[in-house]
């Protein structure tokens, strides 16, 4: 078990002190970042990923965006073969993979909050099992999974989110991140789960500027990004209400059956200057996105919560050599909802948000 509470959030001293040419930084780690390290590294060490992951050959693309771009080959050789999506609601298939079929060595612990002196969690209380990801796209990529025996969708639920912007904020690294991928949005398995893990690389929507849309919620729209989107900022406070807000976002997406992305890091405040190596709030990004059902597209990436971050694991090295940021925004750009329904939605959203 591990057992937290707001004592543990890690709310100063979080940010990029070191800059990407000086190469990377040793950040402190917080007492979840050693339980979550630890004990992937021994999963790895057992053998219980489909391959095992060393340092990935990382270049930055040169541009304004700054495109993180990792070569990653047998994530795409090896990983499971994604399941066929043909709705955003489509119900959980027990025929299909799931987390109740999972290896038991691959959990890690189960994670609820709970008092300073608990040492063990009480099971009445709400928690999440954290989980390997058995073809890892980076350094600690695991899963937040909500009890398996519910069987419940890819449907974002406020308590697992919650669950998500507490992770980040346990965490002493400030490339720890969690997301979530709708169905049709690229999500591999329907039942339900987010994932989380460390890139250690900034990224350019961390600093991005927003234009309030409901200053009271700290709901903006961000901009100066390819993939323009949703923002909430916290600096981890009402989590609990935070949470409940986005959810009724995700939630009038899948009732208008409109495909989207979740991504949550730490990051400036919207009005903050984008210079600042501090981070100490978190943001959470959402993008509503065309849908993609069927079999996944065979390009140099697939469009999903990383790469509309700035993140892009690619499969092969000759992609990964001629991968410039002028097809990646392309790429990236195709899968966007156009702009006129993407205002729409905008007017939408903050209509729901204000009543």
């Not at 400030?174 to 709708?182: K, L, M, Q, W």
Request: charged share 20%.
């Amino acid at each position: 078990d591990f057992v937290y509470g707001e004592e543990d959030y890690v709310l100063c001293g979080v940010g990029w002190w070191r800059s990407r040419s000086e190469g990377p930084a040793r950040h402190p780690l917080s007492r979840f970042d050693r339980a979550l390290q630890a004990g992937w590294e021994e999963r790895m060490r057992l053998g219980l990923f489909r391959y095992r992951l060393g340092e990935l050959q990382t270049r930055v693309l040169p541009g304004k965006v700054q495109f993180v771009a990792q070569l990653n080959i047998q994530r795409g050789l090896e990983r499971r073969r994604p399941q066929a999506i043909q709705s955003i609601r489509q119900t959980f298939d027990p025929q299909q993979f799931h987390f109740n079929k999972i290896n038991p060595g691959e959990i890690l612990f189960h994670m609820g909050r709970g008092g300073p002196r608990e040492r063990e969690l009480p099971r009445t209380l709400a928690h999440v099992l954290v989980v390997i990801n058995v073809s890892p796209l980076e350094f600690g990529h695991v899963l937040f999974v909500p009890d398996p025996a519910l069987c419940l969708p890819q449907i974002l639920t406020q308590e697992l989110l919650q669950f998500g912007l507490e992770s980040v904020l346990l965490s002493a690294h400030p490339g720890f991140r969690v997301g979530f991928n709708s169905l049709g949005a690229f999500a591999s398995v329907n039942h339900l789960h987010l994932h989380g893990f460390y890139l250690d690389w900034q990224l350019l929507i961390e600093t991005a500027p927003g234009e309030a849309l409901c200053p009271t919620l700290n709901f903006h729209f961000l901009r100066g990004v390819p993939a323009p989107g949703f923002l909430f900022y916290s600096e981890g406070e009402g989590l609990a209400a935070l949470a409940h807000t986005i959810c009724r976002v995700t939630d009038y997406l899948v009732e208008k059956e409109i495909a989207h992305n979740v991504f949550v890091t730490r990051g400036t405040a919207p009005g903050e200057p984008a210079h600042s190596q501090a981070r100490s709030g978190i943001r959470v990004v959402i993008w509503a996105r065309s849908s993609c059902f069927g079999s996944k597209e065979e390009t140099a990436f697939n469009v999903a919560l990383c790469e509309l971050a700035g993140h892009l694991p690619v499969k092969t090295a000759q992609d990964f050599e001629s991968l410039t940021e002028t097809t990646a925004i392309h790429t990236i750009q195709r899968h966007l909802l156009p702009e006129a329904q993407l205002a729409q939605l905008c007017s939408q959203l903050v209509a729901l948000l204000t009543q």
